[in-house]
């Protein structure tokens, strides 16, 4: 079974802190990785995507993930964290359905608080 | 801005009500999905279109009734809903076909209660 998990629920930083979100999944192939986010009220956004290649991948707002396969983690980062990136942070995987079909499954998500 | 839309963004009703959530994309895309998001759990995806066939369902309840006329609308349609059916419902769309590497953009989402 492929699952993806968030250890922490919640975490509070203070503005101008570092900032790494956890991912763990469990997933016997190459997975192919997300991290989405979700503010108040919204849908959620695509901040970064893993398929392959270089393992430290680059999103927006500042935000980077790096695939570590040997311990199947795929932790979000940014070196200085905005008042604006409070929201709820989602890790995804890919998984397979066969027959060319896919489907997201996402982690329970770690909602962030930043404090001014 | 992700070119999504969903209305209405907030619906209560009743257990013998029926309703429809509306999805609206204009990005050109090929996929459309249905997600429920409830407090404590993961998004759970519960419908998927593709090029406007439904390619998957997640084993929802018969109660929800998805409905795609063409490739830029989306519809749930909602009878004899449960209270644990309270939840966000999320739309989202994606350009390839629903292929694994496929970014989706999700819509606002729909707030529903049912009491």
């Known amino acids: 079974a492929q699952s993806v998990t968030q250890p922490d629920i919640h975490i509070t930083v203070s503005e101008g802190a570092s900032l790494e979100l956890r991912c763990n999944y469990s997933y016997g192939a190459t997975p192919y990785l997300f991290w989405y986010v979700q503010s108040p009220g919204q849908g959620l956004q695509l901040l970064l995507k893993y398929f392959s290649g270089d393992t430290l991948v680059q999103g927006i707002k500042g935000f980077e993930a790096e695939f570590k396969r040997s311990q199947s983690s795929f932790n979000l980062r940014k070196p200085s964290v905005h008042w604006s990136d409070a929201a709820e942070y989602f890790c995804a995987v890919v998984k397979g359905l066969g027959a060319g079909s896919y489907q997201l499954t996402f982690g329970k998500g770690t909602k962030l608080s930043v404090i001014p | 801005e992700t070119g999504v839309t969903q209305t209405p963004r907030h619906l209560v009703m009743g257990m013998t009500n029926k309703k429809s959530l509306k999805c609206e994309q204009h990005?050109?895309?090929?996929?459309m999905y249905w997600y429920k998001q409830s407090a404590k759990k993961p998004l759970e995806l519960m419908f998927v279109?593709?090029?406007?066939?439904?390619?998957e369902n997640n084993s929802v309840p018969s109660r929800f009734s998805p409905e795609c006329p063409n490739s830029s609308h989306l519809f749930l349609h909602l009878h004899t809903l449960q209270p644990e059916d309270s939840a966000l419902y999320l739309c989202?769309?994606?350009?390839?076909?629903?292929?694994?590497?496929?970014?989706?953009?999700f819509g606002p989402g729909t707030r529903l209660t049912v009491l």
């Open positions: 990005l050109g895309h090929n996929a």
């Open positions: 279109y593709n090029f406007k066939e439904q390619t």
């Open positions: 989202a769309s994606s350009p390839e076909g629903a292929q694994g590497t496929d970014t989706q953009y």
